[in-house]
């Protein structure tokens, strides 16, 4: 069964320091692959996807992402993060026939210090 | 473009009640799909509806129902309701499925005493 890890429950970082948030997948062929953003009290918002083509992904609020097939992963990245970036990320795959089934993992909470 | 509406945000109910929630899509949007929230088991997916047919159905118990209705409007629906059932339920729509990204509503926070 598809599956996806991320290994960092909590980080904290100061603003303006460089993020990178990790996930990894299971899954054999090329996955459909996204990174949504939770503000507290609020739904989803999508940061970026990534179905096949260019390995790295650009998405919204100066993030991005890198696929890496041989490493199953799909890292988040940003340069230097601002103290709105504070929020709950989880990364996702969409599970293959499965009609806009996505499998989360169990995400990771990002604190930022000023 | 208006976004995915829930109502209502907030619910309270007793133990063995039903309840049901209520989504409206993006406009054009044909696929509307259920996930509930909770710190324990964390974001699950409940079912997904398309031209007001039932595509896929996640792992819970038959309490759990939805339907979707000709404008693409869906509710969910969970009878007698148990402690476990509070959380947040999320409701996604996309054009279609597949490569599509879902867009998410704010979701109904659900507390069951």
């Known amino acids: 069964a598809q599956s996806v890890t991320q290994p960092d429950i909590h980080i904290t970082v100061s603003e303006g320091a460089s993020l990178e948030l990790r996930c990894n997948y299971s899954?054999?062929?090329?996955?459909?692959l996204f990174w949504y953003v939770q503000s507290p009290g609020q739904g989803l918002q999508l940061l970026l996807k990534?179905?096949?083509?260019?390995?790295l992904v650009q998405g919204i609020k100066g993030f991005e992402a890198e696929f890496k097939r041989s490493q199953s992963s799909f890292n988040l990245r940003k340069p230097s993060v601002h103290w709105s970036d504070a929020a709950e990320y989880f990364c996702a795959v969409l599970e293959s026939g499965g009609y806009n089934k996505l499998i989360f993992g169990a995400g990771t909470r990002l604190a930022v210090h000023p | 473009k208006a976004g995915v509406t829930q109502t209502p945000r907030y619910l309270i109910k007793t133990r063995g009640q039903q309840v049901t929630l209520s989504c409206s899509p993006i406009?054009?949007?044909?696929?509307v799909s259920w996930y509930q929230q909770t710190p324990g088991q964390g974001l699950q997916f409940l079912f997904e509806?398309?031209?007001?047919?039932?595509?896929n159905k996640g792992n819970f118990p038959g309490r759990f129902s939805g339907r979707q209705f000709s404008n693409s409007r869906s509710e969910m629906n969970v009878s007698t309701l148990e402690l476990g059932d509070s959380a947040l339920y999320l409701c996604?729509?996309?054009?279609?499925?597949?490569?599509?990204?879902?867009?998410f509503g704010n979701g109904t926070r659900l507390t069951v005493t």
């Open positions: 899954y054999g062929a090329t996955p459909y």
């Open positions: 406009s054009g949007h044909r696929s």
């Open positions: 509806y398309f031209s007001e047919t039932q595509r």
């Open positions: 990534y179905f096949s083509g260019d390995t």
């Open positions: 996604a729509s996309s054009p279609s499925g597949g490569d599509s990204p879902l867009h």
